[in-house]
């Protein structure tokens, strides 16, 4: 049995995707690191090879 447990990281400027897994949750949203939980409150991206969410 295969289970979709992935999904785009709720950061609307950031393209990573996460598996749910190890997603890092905020208000019930999965993000891919503290950065982009956090809102990117700090200007830092998510440190992902392509992403520029930080910006
Ligand atoms: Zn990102
Ligand atoms: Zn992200």
Known sequence: M??????KCACVSCLCIVSLSDAIN?????????????????????????CSCDA
């Not at 295969?2 to 999904?7: A, F, G, L, R, Y």
């Open 2 to 7: 295969t289970t979709v447990n992935q999904m």
């Open 26 to 50: 905020k208000d019930g949203k999965p993000y891919c690191s503290d950065a982009c939980a956090n809102g990117h409150s700090e200007g830092e991206g998510c440190g992902h090879t392509g």
